[in-house]
């Protein structure tokens, strides 16, 4: 549970998205939810950014030989 709490603040996510402080005091669980929500899309395209690049560098490989 603690780490669902603490996933937006600093040192969790990069660039993060809330201070522990206002996590505390000025966002509702619902804001939570909207922070790990970005938080995941965030991570899905880095994810396929990679796989692109993989792809990319596989296929200009394959022409060079």
Do not use: F, V, W
């Not at 996590?23 to 991570?43: K, P, W």
């Amino acid at each position: 549970m603690m780490l669902y709490l603490l996933r937006p603040t600093p040192g969790m996510t990069n660039p993060p998205l809330c201070t522990l402080h206002e996590l505390r005091t000025i966002y509702t669980l619902d804001d939570l939810a909207n922070m790990h929500e970005l938080i995941d899309l965030q991570d899905a395209q880095s994810a396929k950014a990679a796989s692109i690049r993989k792809k990319e560098i596989d296929a200009s490989r394959r022409k060079t030989r």
